[in-house]
């Protein structure tokens, strides 16, 4: 059910995905390039690639790139894109992030950025990615974070309940939203599915609310409530959110992490 909800939504906004600052632009999709150190001979699959972004920054620098999502309303966005772009080593596939149609031992790179938080188990998802991964082979994923600690105590409490909070107003905003997770929740995700950590960066990103918003189409009522859990925020979860009021504008910042891993040597 809840895939179904990330089909109907992102396939009734998929050609703004295009346009979307926060994904064509972002900081964090060069930084990945970088991190990533992509190599001319790979084959490269980008998981939930919406209107193809993270897979057309990869392109240029490998042999094929094939750039996959859920929601096949995408696909077509970005294959124009591509298109446009005279991208030619790339090809366009229908893919559940949880159940790859592809074969082990198929790919250098998995790539995922801005969407793992949709998905209803992230730990399915990089357990998948290692299966399809050759021996060595890299998985690089970019999401949205939300505080908070695999700790105990106040502090650790207050971080979790923030975590919640932030969790709260991302799904009031898009009912496809599934689950941020934690800095520390994602290092053990990529190490129970059997990878090293190879890099782990975290940056922050600004987004104006009205945009934010109105990206989902999101109706009058609930973009009141957003507003008034931006503003009203509890302590930790305002720290992490760090509204900022400019006349009639409203920003906040969001978090996002970067995490390369590798898939383990086996005997």
Not at 98 to 113: A, G, I, M
Not at 141 to 168: C, F, H, M, T
Request: hydrophobic share 45%; glycine share 4%.
């Amino acid at each position: 059910m809840h895939k179904d909800l990330v089909q109907e939504q992102f396939g009734a906004n998929a050609a703004k995905y295009a346009t979307s600052k926060v994904h064509a632009k972002g900081a964090s999709l060069q930084r990945l390039v970088e991190l990533v150190k992509p190599q001319p001979d790979w084959q490269v699959l980008d998981v939930a690639t919406a209107a193809g972004h993270t897979a057309f920054a990869f392109a240029p620098h490998v042999a094929h790139v094939i750039a996959s999502d859920i929601t096949p309303e995408m696909l077509p966005v970005a294959a124009q894109q591509a298109a446009e772009r005279g991208i030619e080593n790339i090809s366009f596939e229908t893919a559940d992030a949880e159940s790859l149609p592809f074969p082990d031992n198929n790919f250098d790179l998995v790539t995922c950025r801005i969407a793992a938080h949709h998905f209803p188990d992230a730990a399915q998802f990089m357990a998948e990615a290692a299966r399809v991964l050759r021996p060595a082979g890299i998985a690089a994923v970019v999401d949205n974070i939300a505080p908070g600690s695999r700790l105990r105590g106040k502090k650790a409490r207050l971080q979790n309940e923030a975590g919640d909070y932030y969790n709260a107003f991302e799904a009031l905003r898009d009912p496809s939203h599934n689950t941020c997770l934690s800095l520390d929740a994602w290092t053990a995700v990529f190490q129970n599915a059997g990878f090293s950590i190879q890099a782990q960066e975290t940056m922050y990103k600004w987004l104006d609310f009205d945009d934010w918003a109105s990206r989902m189409q999101v109706s009058p009522k609930n973009t009141i409530r957003l507003r008034a859990m931006l503003l009203q925020a509890p302590e930790k979860a305002a720290e992490f959110l760090t509204p900022q009021v400019t006349g009639a504008r409203i920003s906040f910042r969001l978090t996002e992490a970067i995490l390369i891993g590798k898939v383990s040597a086996t005997d």
